[in-house]
Each structure stands twice: as structure tokens, then as C-alpha cells.
């Protein structure tokens, strides 16, 4: 499916509107590609963002996830939108180990209102082939700007 | 409904895996209360903890969340036991904003391999009347210890 | 919660639209209860809604609980709106067997456009307890009327 | 990713289950793919399986989507084990009309327990492009044969 941005600044209002979100500085998450309909937010492990096993927490892969679903929705609204999640469901598929963490989000169907999104989260370690650790679906929605409190 | 816990120390064995989740530390998240088959996690309001209008990042929200849901499954299960998320299934139901937000799980169905818990996610503002800010449904499931990875 | 209908026929409009749906005759599904944000759908078991093990079949459990979430929400909708189903989880508890099952569905959180509604589906078997074989949460969304196509 | 059978007469297995759904014999449901960790159903459209729009109901949208979700799982599993669905969630992406509905599922990620399965739901009308009307992700468990009630 290709799909076109609404909104010729998109890139840049993504990164504007990741920037302010002050949960990424404190866990360490990246936002390493933009495109339209497409968000992957990178994420290196940490012994501080853990569960009792060691594995990074499942809410954290959440995090990132719902993140990367909300931008790759907001890539493709048009000018002076707000996002915001409606939902999403999360299947853990193995532990979160590894060094390094990619959500990759994209958009399954963009609509005026509201866009579902899917997620695949992936985990590398070394030179071993990524895993795939988690899986999301999510619905995001559209507001106009200014009028979501 | 009554749910009877089968480990006699299962309020010490979820203290003691609480603790050892360094996610909690990093987010400030507090075990408040243990029953069998009910749990709650406390999460004062930080600034940097947000999405990009300032309030709590959903992800977080499903961080105390996802924990209280698997320490209320934990509750309930024979010694030597692991707990790990399966899937769960977040409705966000109004902006997370608020001075303290609790995260109240509580099994819905246990089982021996698989128990089923639903989460509300409660805010709190001065004395204002708690809002529910999110609910959710997963899967929790029990591994033998030392055997989940 | 108690929940105001803003629309003073409710109830009929909620019966009329259910009369519609063709699926509940070819199933046996009954509109049994009608309150501001509360529905209830029975179904009595039959051997032609089964799945391999002749329990009822997980789509036709969800099948009445879809329909009962999707009322509950349009119990609550202003006059000329129309409802349908954004998206809904399903958690099966337990076998669906029995000889009656009941979908309760509750609205959890009202809104203008979206409204998220949980169900929990019973069975019942003789003079023995209901047993909770299923549980729901979902997402219903409110359109003006003749326009969704 | 290719997926291996455990089961060499995989296929045949879930012919014959399938073959007692009698669900799938009241709505019109066919099975018409089964490879290796891949399922597709398809179900006509008939006027009698609607919602008040003259629509197929989601629940049967979820019926063909979630068998096709087991016997995806279930193609993957040992001899002698059974399915059951565990939780599944669907997102309605638009109104279930066409002629013909394919449910076409996949396994995300097989375990000895629980399997991971990702269903799509396509309508065609005519020589239009088929267009995806629903997606579901869901969880089934393998358990062994004969012990399930």
C-alpha cells in the first residue's frame, strides 16, 4: 500500500511533537525513521527499564510501540491535527532481551477520524538476526489542534 | 468472588519480585496493595513521564498497569511459580492527567497455566473524585521457576 | 454510573435497529433487556452454532456480545445517530456449553463519538450458577445517520 | 518465515475438525486453503447473516477469522493435540459488504502452548479489488487431545 502525506511537513511535525515528549529522554527512545504512514522508534537496553527476569518491561515495549503507532498515524493527518490513542492490544511473543530494541509501526488504514496501526517490535542482540518480540494493534484518532483537554 | 491464594507467602513472593523490577524505580511506581487476586501499583505524576501535551504516556500508564495485572495473577498461584504477560488489551478512556495515578487489577478468571485479569487505571487531583483514565484485559500466564528462559 | 439517555426513545430505536439485524433469527438471539447503557442479548444453545467440540462457536459468543456492546452504546446516543463496532477483544474463559447464554454489555465510558463498552457472556445449565465464558471490551463509534456509507 | 507441520497429516486433521464446526454449515463457511501455518475460509455473502445495515455482523466476520485462526495454529500442532482460542481482538476497518469474505489466516509465532495467529478478513464484489475489511490478532492453545472439558 502506498500511501501519501496529507500534510508536506509531516517529517518535521513528527519530530517536533516526539521531541516534547519527555518519556523518550528518560528511557532512552530514538526516533530513527519517518516516512509516510511508517514510524520505527529505536530503543538500546538498560538494567533500568526492566522486569523481575531482567527482560526489558512489556510497558515499556508498549511504549515505544504505541509512540511509533501514533506518529505513523499522525504522518498522514493533515495540517493542524493532534493525535491521540484509542486503544491498542499487545501479544508478548518472547522475552525482551537484547541490546537493542526497533518498534516499527505502520499504518493498516488511514481514515479521517480514525487510523489502525499495527507494530512489530524487534530485539537484536550481536550479530544474531532480530526477534521479533511483540506485536501491537492499535486504533489512533485524529483531533483538531488545540481542542483534545 | 473469593479467591484463595495457594502460597501461603504469596504476599512476600510479590513484594519480592516487585522490587526487583528497575523499571518501578525509574518511574517511581509503588506496590500499594496485595490481596489475593488484587493488586494495586501507585505512580505520583512526573514531568517526565509525558507524551507530548504533558500527560502521562499511555505506555506508562500500561507499565503499572501490566504490573499490577501480573502480580494479581502471581497472587494466586502455587509456590515456586513464574508469571509472564501473555497479551493485553489497553481502552484509553481519557487524557492521563492527575496528580497520582493507581493502577487496580484484579483476577478475573485463574487458571492453572493461563489467568485472565482485567486493570483500571485510576487519576486523582487534589480532592477531586478519581477518573478512570484507562482499563485493561490480559493474559497472564505461569511458568515453573527458572524454567522460562 | 448512572447513565442519562439523551434520547427519550431509546429503547424503541434500540429494538428496531435489533429487529434488523437478520443475523439473531438465523441464530436465535433475543434482545432480553434494554436500559440507558446496559443490553442484554440470549441465545439458548443449539447443535447448529457449534465449533468442533459442540460448544458454541467463539464468533457466535461474540456475535450476541458485539451486538449488545454496540446497543448499549446507541442506548446512550442522541436521536438520528447510527452506531458501529470500531473494535472489540475477547477473552474465552471457559467452554461455551450450556443451555443459555446471556451477553450483558455496560458502557464503561460515554462519549460524543466513541464510547467503550464491555460485555461479559454467562451460561447457564440447568439450575446450576452461570458461569462467566467469555469477557469483551470494545469500542463503539457514533455516525449521523444516512451517512456511512 | 517458513513453518514446518509436526504433523504430517496435518492437513487432513484440520479437514476433519473443521468438518464439525456445524456453525460453519449454517453460515455457508468453506475451508479453502490449509498449508503450514496458513488458513483461509470464505463465506458468500447471504442476506440472512446481517447487522441492521445489511452488512455480514462482525461476529461472523470474527467466526470465519477466528476458525481460520485455530486451524492455522492447529496445522502447526503434534498429533493428538486439540485448540481452543484463548483471546483474540479484531479491528473493523470497514462495512462487511461484498459477495465473497476470505478469512486469511497466518502464525506469527507457533510455541508448544500458545500459538500467535494474525487473521485478515478481505471482501471482493464483482471484478473490484478485494478491500480488507477487518484484522485480528489472537492467541490459541494447543492442549492434549481428549482432556479439554
Known amino acids: ?24 529522554t528518560l528511557i532512552g527512545g530514538e526516533l530513527t525513521r519517518v516516512e509516510p504512514g511508517v514510524v520505527e522508534i ?27 503507532c501514533g506518529y505513523a ?5 493533515p495540517p493542524a491535527s493532534e493525535v491521540l490513542a484509542v486503544e491498542f492490544k499487545v501479544n508478548l511473543l518472547r522475552p ?20 489502525v496501526v499495527r507494530a512489530d517490535v ?6 544474531e538476526e532480530r526477534k521479533l518480540v511483540a506485536t501491537m494493534q492499535g486504533t489512533m484518532m485524529r483531533l483538531p489542534r488545540h481542542k483534545n483537554d
Do not use: W
Open 96 to 115: 525482551a532481551k537484547g541490546e537493542i530494541f526497533v518498534a516499527r509501526a505502520e499504518v493498516i488504514k488511514p481514515g479521517r477520524t480514525l487510523t
Open 1 to 24: 500500500m502506498t500511501l501519501k502525506p496529507t500534510n508536506p511537513a509531516y517529517a518535521d511535525e513528527v519530530r517536533q511533537s516526539f521531541a516534547k515528549q519527555t518519556i523518550m
Open 42 to 68: 529505536t530503543l538500546p537496553y538498560r538494567a533500568d527499564l526492566t522486569q523481575q527476569d531482567g527482560y526489558v518491561h512489556a510497558g515499556i515495549v508498549t511504549t515505544i510501540g504505541d509512540s511509533a
Open 122 to 127: 524487534f530485539a537484536t542482540s550481536g550479530d
Open 73 to 77: 498515524a499522525y504522518s498522514l493527518m
